[in-house]
C-alpha cells in the first residue's frame, strides 16, 4: 500500500487537525519521497515511517508540534537540515538503519535544540572510531545515543515500565487465583486421606468381626460334631444294654 493511501485511511474520517500519532510503518513511499502529509496534521506530536523507502525528507511538511520521529530502516543518507527547519521541537529521533556513513550527515542535526535522544544504530557511522564520543561533542544537546548516556546508563522505557507495571497487575490476580486453587485441592485431598483412612479402619474392623463370625460359626460346627458323636454313641451304648437285657431274658 502507498503512504498517501495509508494516511488516508489512518485518519479514518477524521481531519489532519485532530491527529496527534500517525503511523505509516511498512507502506511505499514514491520516489523515495514523503507523500500524503501536509502542512495540516498542525497537532502531529509521533509520527512514525519505518522501512517505507524514504531516500529524501525534501517534502516533509511543517510539524511545528512534532517530538518523537520514528525514520528506522529507510535509505537516507542525509537532507538531515530539513529536520531542523520543518520539525524545530523534536526531543526523539530513530534514524537506526540508514545509510549514515560520517559525522556530516548528522551535523544538520545541530540546529535541534530539544533533541535529547538520537539513534544511530545499524547505521555505519557507528563503525567509526570514537564514534560516540564524537556524536556527544558534535550534539551536545544529545542526552542518549542508541539508547544510552556518555556513562553507559541505559535511557528510561516509560512503555516498558507501563508494561511491567501491567504484567505484574495482571500477575497478582492469576497467582492468587493459583493459590487458592491448591489450597482447595489441598483441603480436598485432606478430606478425601480422612474419609479413605477412616474407610480402611472400617474395613478393617469389619473383616475382623466377620472373621470373629467364622470362628464362632467352625466352634459351633465343632460342638454339635461333639453332641451327635456323644449322642450317637450314647445311643449304641443303649443297644449293646438293651442286646444283653434280652439275653437274660
Same mark, same amino acid.
Given at each position: 500500500?502507498?503512504?498517501?493511501?495509508?494516511?488516508?485511511?489512518?485518519?479514518?474520517?477524521?481531519?489532519?487537525?485532530?491527529?496527534?500519532?500517525?503511523?505509516?510503518?511498512?507502506?511505499?513511499?514514491?520516489?523515495?519521497?514523503?507523500?500524503?502529509?501536509?502542512?495540516?496534521?498542525?497537532?502531529?506530536?509521533?509520527?512514525?515511517?519505518?522501512?517505507?523507502?524514504?531516500?529524501?525528507?525534501?517534502?516533509?511538511?511543517?510539524?511545528?508540534?512534532?517530538?518523537?520521529?520514528?525514520?528506522?530502516?529507510?535509505?537516507?543518507?542525509?537532507?538531515?537540515?530539513?529536520?531542523?527547519?520543518?520539525?524545530?521541537?523534536?526531543?526523539?529521533?530513530?534514524?537506526?538503519?540508514?545509510?549514515?556513513?560520517?559525522?556530516?550527515?548528522?551535523?544538520?542535526?545541530?540546529?535541534?535544540?530539544?533533541?535529547?535522544?538520537?539513534?544511530?544504530?545499524?547505521?555505519?557511522?557507528?563503525?567509526?572510531?570514537?564514534?560516540?564520543?564524537?556524536?556527544?561533542?558534535?550534539?551536545?544537546?544529545?542526552?542518549?545515543?542508541?539508547?544510552?548516556?556518555?556513562?553507559?546508563?541505559?535511557?528510561?522505557?516509560?512503555?516498558?515500565?507501563?508494561?511491567?507495571?501491567?504484567?505484574?497487575?495482571?500477575?497478582?490476580?492469576?497467582? %492468587?487465583? *493459583? $493459590?487458592? !486453587?491448591?489450597? +482447595? =485441592?489441598? /483441603?480436598?485431598?485432606?478430606?478425601? #486421606?480422612?474419609? @479413605?483412612?477412616?474407610?480402611?479402619?472400617?474395613?478393617?474392623?469389619?473383616?475382623? %468381626?466377620? *472373621? $470373629?463370625? !467364622?470362628?464362632? +460359626? =467352625?466352634? /459351633?460346627?465343632?460342638?454339635?460334631? #461333639?453332641?451327635? @458323636?456323644?449322642?450317637?454313641?450314647?445311643?449304641?451304648?443303649?443297644?449293646?444294654? %438293651?442286646? *444283653?437285657?434280652?439275653?437274660?431274658?
Amino acid at each position: 500500500m502507498d503512504m498517501k493511501k495509508r494516511i488516508t485511511l489512518e485518519l479514518r474520517n477524521r481531519s489532519p487537525a485532530e491527529i496527534a500519532e500517525l503511523v505509516v510503518d511498512n507502506s511505499r513511499s514514491a520516489d523515495g519521497e514523503v507523500e500524503g502529509l501536509t502542512d495540516e496534521f498542525t497537532e502531529l506530536e509521533f509520527l512514525s515511517m519505518v522501512n517505507v523507502g524514504l531516500s529524501s525528507l525534501a517534502k516533509l511538511p511543517s510539524l511545528p508540534k512534532l517530538r518523537k520521529l520514528e525514520l528506522s530502516d529507510n535509505n537516507l543518507s542525509g537532507s538531515l537540515e530539513t529536520l531542523s527547519e520543518k520539525c524545530p521541537n523534536l526531543t526523539y529521533l530513530n534514524l537506526s538503519g540508514n545509510k549514515i556513513k560520517e559525522l556530516s550527515n548528522v551535523e544538520a542535526l545541530q540546529n535541534l535544540k530539544s533533541l535529547q535522544s538520537l539513534d544511530l544504530f545499524n547505521c555505519e557511522i557507528t563503525s567509526l572510531e570514537d564514534y560516540r564520543e564524537s556524536v556527544f561533542e558534535l550534539l551536545p544537546q544529545v542526552t542518549y545515543l542508541d539508547g544510552f548516556d556518555q556513562e553507559d546508563n541505559e535511557a528510561p522505557d516509560s512503555e516498558a515500565d507501563d508494561e511491567d507495571e501491567d504484567g505484574e497487575d495482571g500477575a497478582g490476580p492469576t497467582g %492468587d487465583y *493459583d $493459590e487458592e !486453587d491448591d489450597e +482447595e =485441592e489441598d /483441603e480436598d485431598g485432606s478430606e478425601g #486421606g480422612e474419609v @479413605g483412612l477412616s474407610f480402611q479402619v472400617n474395613r478393617g474392623d469389619q473383616e475382623d %468381626d466377620e *472373621d $470373629e463370625d !467364622d470362628y464362632a +460359626e =467352625e466352634e /459351633e460346627e465343632e460342638d454339635q460334631a #461333639g453332641v451327635q @458323636g456323644q449322642k450317637r454313641k450314647r445311643d449304641v451304648d443303649d443297644e449293646g444294654e %438293651d442286646d *444283653d437285657d434280652d439275653e437274660d431274658d
